[in-house]
């Protein structure tokens, strides 16, 4: 009888202890490839612009803010994105389309450390721009 239990108590620990060693290297072998993949939200697929704008500020995290020759953007520091009138969306309209296309990601991680919101009117346009680069790399 002692047998008898003595070995199921043996082959209890034995399981337990090979589920922890499972485990280690499953977390050893997730932490390499976190290393590895570019820095996005928790859980983003990156095909969705709430994901993306997500992402974009993630990546903005510790970063200097950098200017792309639109300095009167930050006048709008603060703006709602759905309050903006039709002169103030083609001067971010201007400075979209007078940048180089690689510089487009950047250009949102500057406004988002700015705390310069997107004019909606504008956003559908930008995120084309940026999943079209994301889709040459």
């Known amino acids: 009888m002692w047998y008898l239990v003595s070995g199921i108590i043996i082959s209890g620990i ?3 202890v090979a589920g922890f060693a499972g485990k280690r290297k499953r977390r ?3 932490s390499e490839t976190e290393h590895d993949a570019p820095p996005a939200a928790e859980g983003c ?3 969705h612009a709430v994901c993306e704008r997500d992402s974009l500020l993630t990546a903005a995290a510790g970063k200097k803010i950098e200017y792309y020759d639109d300095e009167e953007l930050d006048a709008y ?4 994105s759905n309050r903006y009138e039709d ?3 083609e001067e971010f309209r201007e400075v979209l389309y007078t940048m180089r296309e690689t510089e487009v990601a950047g250009w949102l991680r500057s406004l988002q450390l700015r705390g310069i919101n997107l004019p909606d009117r504008l956003k559908d ?3 084309l721009m940026v ?3 994301r889709q040459k790399k």
Not at 77 to 80: A, D, F, L, P, T
């Open 77 to 80: 520091s603060g703006k709602e």
């Open 28 to 30: 050893a072998a997730n």
């Open 131 to 133: 999943e079209e680069q």
């Open 125 to 127: 346009e930008v995120w």
């Open 45 to 47: 697929c990156g095909q």
């Open 14 to 16: 034995i399981v337990v």
């Open 87 to 89: 002169g103030e969306v």
